[in-house]
């Protein structure tokens, strides 16, 4: 029997109103059924780490409400099971909290279960991050540390019977394998099965990259109804292979641009895509349209996992400030330059990174090696942003001064003053033995 397999976000900030659909078609497909949320990134899980040391009962998905409440009834009323990282830096805290959710809505109580085993940021596991990442390591404050954990616990959880299941940093493919694994029994040695099922949920992961939201450029990618684009649903084989397609009655497209677009999106060597479960291999990967808005993937292999996991180690930076001011009219280019150059002038002990939002930004560099270049055109409007990183809040917060300085002290004509000072996270990885990061399952409540 085929596995439908829905995706309802592909980041967390991603839209709170995708569900509905995909929950609308998986019920209208029948038979065995998931929902996906992927709303984990690197910097996402260092931001939860900080939020549960504010509030040791915080650290997971802040919408998780939003996503849930909507589908919740639904997908338990028709047997529709769910399975996210939105645990982040407390998967029981979110279990806990989608126990509440459902007395609240008056539904019965879902079997939650949680996935465990990555976090890596406490004192016992401070060796092994240093074999790991070296002796950088001590001379960094960690605000967390997780190992990116694979698809057997939460397959192993839906197999104990789970309705939904709680992740912290899993590999975002595993969100699918795993339902995957569960529902057909598969091995996690059948590498085949597991490449395939891979690269399924590399296609689901991103959410609505694959129907045309991040392909679209009109004039060039045209994708019809952007505004109410759909998200993805993938129908998975036994055998591993799987069919693309989106919600009902949604806009956006799945074509065979879009779904081989997302195919080698962040995939550094096709023939070796390295996840926890398996290293994929799409070198031979095959897309052929099989209906409307609807894409067969085939010939992907799989062969032998790492036998180390990746871990990213999120530590504090120092401090972030920026600032903002717009310039307008005649010579607006020039005094927005102007402008740059006062502060650097003004600002000798930061390293002061310029952009010239209109003119040179997206393509900049630290150092405005590129502003430099780029010739002084004639821009009627221009925004300039600065921004500058220091260990110490009080220096970096000079910047902000400086631009707000800028209204009366010059150049002429400036004005929309924004700035903003927040802490900086900077990032280390690293990798660790497999069989040092064990990964577990647990029930919460009484089921």
Same mark, same amino acid.
């Given at each position: 029997?085929? $596995?439908?397999?829905?995706?309802?976000?592909?980041?967390?900030?991603?839209?709170?109103?995708?569900?509905?659909?995909?929950? %609308?078609?998986?019920?209208? *497909?029948?038979?065995?059924?998931?929902?996906?949320?992927?709303?984990?990134?690197?910097?996402?899980?260092? $931001?939860?780490?900080?939020?549960?040391?504010? /509030?040791?009962?915080?650290?997971?998905?802040? $919408?998780?409400?939003?996503?849930?409440?909507?589908?919740?009834?639904?997908?338990?009323?028709?047997?529709?099971?769910?399975?996210? /990282?939105?645990?982040?830096?407390?998967?029981?805290?979110?279990?806990?909290?989608?126990?509440?959710?459902?007395?609240?809505?008056?539904?019965? %109580?879902?079997?939650?279960?949680?996935?465990?085993?990555?976090?890596?940021?406490?004192?016992?596991h401070r060796t092994l991050l240093r074999e790991s990442i070296g002796a950088a390591l001590d001379t960094v404050e960690v605000v967390s540390a997780n190992a990116y954990l694979g698809a057997e616990a939460i397959a192993a959880a839906l197999?104990?019977?789970?309705?939904?299941?709680?992740?912290?940093?899993?590999?975002?493919?595993?969100?699918?394998?795993?339902?995957?694994?569960?529902?057909?029994?598969?091995?996690?040695?059948?590498?085949?099965?597991?490449?395939?099922?891979? +690269?399924?949920?590399?296609?689901?992961?991103?959410?609505?990259?694959?129907?045309?939201?991040?392909?679209?450029?009109?004039?060039?990618?045209?994708?019809?109804?952007?505004?109410?684009?759909?998200?993805?649903?993938?129908?998975?084989?036994?055998?591993?292979?799987?069919?693309?397609?989106?919600?009902?009655?949604?806009?956006?497209?799945?074509?065979?641009?879009?779904?081989?677009?997302?195919?080698?999106?962040?995939?550094?060597?096709?023939?070796?895509?390295?996840?926890?479960?398996?290293?994929?291999?799409?070198?031979?990967?095959?897309? *052929?349209?099989?209906?409307?808005?609807?894409?067969?993937?085939?010939?992907?292999?799989?062969?032998?996992?790492?036998?180390?996991?990746?871990?990213?180690?999120?530590?504090?930076?120092?401090?972030?400030?920026?600032? %903002?001011?717009?310039?307008?009219?005649?010579?607006?280019?020039?005094?927005?330059?102007?402008?740059?150059?006062? $502060? *650097?002038?003004?600002?000798?002990?930061?390293?002061?990174?310029?952009?010239?939002?209109?003119?040179?930004?997206?393509?900049?560099?630290?150092?405005?090696?590129?502003?430099?270049?780029?010739?002084?055109?004639?821009?009627? %409007?221009? *925004?300039?942003?600065?921004?500058?990183?220091?260990?110490?809040?009080? +220096?970096?917060?000079?910047?902000?001064?400086?631009?707000?300085?800028?209204?009366?002290?010059?150049?002429?004509?400036?004005?929309?003053?924004?700035?903003?000072?927040?802490?900086?996270?900077?990032?280390?990885?690293?990798?660790?033995?497999?069989?040092?990061?064990?990964?577990?399952?647990?029930?919460?409540?009484?089921?």
């Amino acid at each position: 029997m085929t $596995l439908h397999i829905g995706c309802a976000a592909g980041f967390s900030g991603d839209r709170t109103d995708a569900a509905g659909p995909v929950v %609308e078609t998986l019920i209208a *497909r029948g038979g065995p059924a998931f929902l996906l949320f992927e709303t984990l990134a690197e910097r996402t899980l260092a $931001l939860a780490q900080l939020a549960r040391r504010a /509030n040791p009962e915080g650290g997971y998905e802040p $919408l998780l409400d939003e996503l849930l409440a909507p589908i919740l009834a639904k997908c338990i009323a028709n047997e529709i099971r769910i399975v996210s /990282n939105f645990g982040a830096a407390n998967p029981r805290g979110a279990a806990q909290r989608i126990r509440a959710l459902a007395k609240e809505l008056g539904v019965r %109580e879902p079997r939650v279960a949680v996935v465990s085993g990555d976090d890596l940021s406490g004192a016992t596991h401070r060796t092994l991050l240093r074999e790991s990442i070296g002796a950088a390591l001590d001379t960094v404050e960690v605000v967390s540390a997780n190992a990116y954990l694979g698809a057997e616990a939460i397959a192993a959880a839906l197999a104990g019977g789970a309705e939904i299941v709680v992740c912290g940093r899993v590999a975002d493919p595993s969100l699918a394998v795993g339902p995957a694994m569960a529902h057909f029994g598969w091995q996690p040695d059948d590498w085949d099965r597991l490449g395939r099922a891979t +690269m399924a949920g590399h296609l689901l992961e991103c959410g609505s990259q694959v129907t045309g939201g991040y392909f679209a450029d009109p004039g060039f990618k045209d994708v019809p109804d952007l505004h109410d684009v759909g998200f993805p649903v993938a129908t998975v084989q036994e055998d591993g292979r799987c069919e693309i397609g989106k919600a009902d009655a949604t806009g956006g497209m799945v074509t065979l641009a879009t779904v081989k677009e997302q195919l080698l999106y962040e995939v550094h060597d096709p023939a070796a895509y390295l996840t926890p479960d398996v290293t994929a291999d799409i070198a031979q990967a095959e897309v *052929r349209e099989t209906g409307r808005d609807r894409v067969a993937l085939d010939g992907v292999r799989g062969h032998a996992r790492p036998d180390k996991l990746k871990v990213n180690v999120c530590h504090e930076g120092g401090w972030l400030a920026e600032g %903002e001011i717009s310039y307008a009219g005649p010579n607006a280019e020039a005094r927005a330059r102007l402008a740059g150059d006062v $502060l *650097r002038q003004r600002l000798p002990k930061l390293e002061v990174r310029i952009d010239l939002i209109g003119v040179t930004s997206v393509f900049g560099d630290d150092a405005g090696r590129r502003l430099a270049r780029t010739p002084h055109g004639h821009a009627t %409007e221009v *925004r300039l942003r600065v921004a500058a990183k220091h260990p110490d809040r009080t +220096m970096a917060d000079r910047l902000a001064r400086e631009v707000t300085a800028l209204y009366t002290c010059g150049p002429a004509g400036g004005g929309g003053v924004r700035t903003a000072l927040r802490p900086r996270l900077d990032t280390l990885s690293g990798f660790v033995p497999r069989e040092a990061v064990p990964a577990r399952w647990h029930k919460v409540g009484a089921w």
